[in-house]
């Protein structure tokens, strides 16, 4: 599975982005998909996550409320809409795919190239 993450940018706080991460490969609608981020100088960390179907969604504490995840399987695409963004919603934001829901970044198989998200104040 390839994945290709998109949509990021610098956007001022309280405005909003919505990422992409298109999916390829092999029954790549059949996996769990999920969302980290990675700012500079800290471990990456778990953002969002969503079953291969779409009914079945888990937030990090910090996003919950502000954040949307999303696919449309007849694109293989993933979605992470971003509302209220945050100077320290800044970083890189990465897309995985996993044969489970969970927000451990080592039991995802496939990940993408990462799409920079800047907030500023």
């Known amino acids: 599975v390839q994945l290709q993450a998109s949509g990021g940018g610098l956007v001022q706080a309280g405005g909003s982005l919505r990422l992409s991460c298109a999916a390829s490969g092999r029954t790549s609608s059949s996996y769990f998909m999920g969302w980290f981020r990675q700012a500079p100088g800290k471990e990456r960390e778990f953002v969002a996550a969503i079953s291969w179907i779409g009914d079945t969604t888990s937030y990090a504490n910090s996003v919950k409320g502000r954040f949307t995840i999303s696919r449309d399987n007849a694109k293989d695409t993933v979605f992470l809409q971003m509302n209220s963004l945050k100077p320290e919603d800044t970083a890189v934001y990465y897309c995985?795919?996993?044969?489970?829901?969970?927000?451990?970044?080592?039991?995802?198989?496939?990940w993408g190239q990462g799409t920079q998200v800047t907030v500023s104040s």
């Open positions: 995985a795919a996993g044969q489970i829901s969970t927000a451990q970044a080592p039991r995802y198989d496939y």
